[in-house]
T-cell receptor, first 114, second 114 residues
Framework: AQTVTQSQPEMSVQEAETVTLSCTYDTSESDYYLFWYKQPPSRQMILVIRQEAYKQQNATENRFSVNFQKAAKSFSLKISDSQLGDAAMYFCAYRSYNTDKLIFGTGTRLQVFP | NAGVTQTPKFRVLKTGQSMTLLCAQDMNHEYMYWYRQDPGMGLRLIHYSVGEGTTAKGEVPDGYNVSRLKKQNFLLGLESAAPSQTSVYFC?????????????FGPGTRLTVT
């Protein structure tokens, strides 16, 4: 069975600085998708970024980028130029290529200080 | 286009009472899911459906039942609520197929069982 581990329960960053959130996963599959979801205090789950395992190039969405290391089964999220609105819970998630079920990590709470 | 909506947003139940959570989506998605979110545990899949009239068990199905009589609706039932079912419940939907790598989430329902 696949598992997703987020070893940082909480992180903090100063506004305009860069922060990296860690995620590791365990799988025996070669084809899969990885995601980062943001959950602000409103509770709404918002997709931040996704990565297809067959793509070697790291995904980027504006200030958000990932460092995908397939051999190491690592999928970290880098937030550049942090903003107060980035404060939220961030969840890493895994989806097998052949199913639509998401497996979530336990989340990292990010605080952003002015 | 409302996306995914959940009814109710909050509910308090006494142990042994029953209730039904309603999830509705207007995106014509085939797949729908119910998750629960507990502190420190991320989101866990309860049940899911890959089409009208079909349902399947997820990671934590015990104590819950579901029905998908209409494509746009996915109901989650608690027949005899227990304090261990105190949680935040999220519904999600996605289109089918390998291109369906994003799940769209509802705003959540906070359920307290006393």
């Amino acid at each position: 069975a696949q598992t997703v581990t987020q070893s940082q329960p909480e992180m903090s960053v100063q506004e305009a600085e860069t922060v990296t959130l860690s995620c590791t996963y365990d799988t025996s599959e070669s084809d899969y998708y990885l995601f980062w979801y943001k959950q602000p205090p409103s509770r709404q789950m918002i997709l931040v970024i996704r990565q297809e395992a067959y793509k070697q190039q790291n995904a980027t969405e504006n200030r958000f980028s990932v460092n995908f290391q397939k051999a190491a089964k690592s999928f970290s999220l880098k937030i550049s130029d942090s903003q107060l609105g980035d404060a939220a819970m961030y969840f890493c998630a895994y989806r097998s290529y052949n199913t639509d079920k998401l497996i979530f990590g336990t989340g990292t709470r990010l605080q952003v200080f002015p | 286009n409302a996306g995914v909506t959940q009814t109710p947003k909050f509910r308090v139940l006494k142990t042994g009472q029953s209730m039904t959570l309603l999830c509705a989506q207007d995106m014509n998605h085939e797949y729908m899911y119910w998750y629960r979110q507990d502190p420190g545990m991320g989101l866990r899949l309860i049940h899911y459906s890959v089409g009208e009239g079909t349902t399947a068990k997820g990671e934590v199905p015990d104590g819950y039942n579901v029905s998908r009589l209409k494509k746009q609706n996915f109901l989650l039932g608690l027949e005899s609520a227990a304090p261990s079912q105190t949680s935040v419940y999220f519904c999600a939907s996605s289109p089918p197929g390998q291109s369906s790598y994003e799940q769209y989430f509802g705003p959540g329902t906070r359920l307290t069982v006393t």
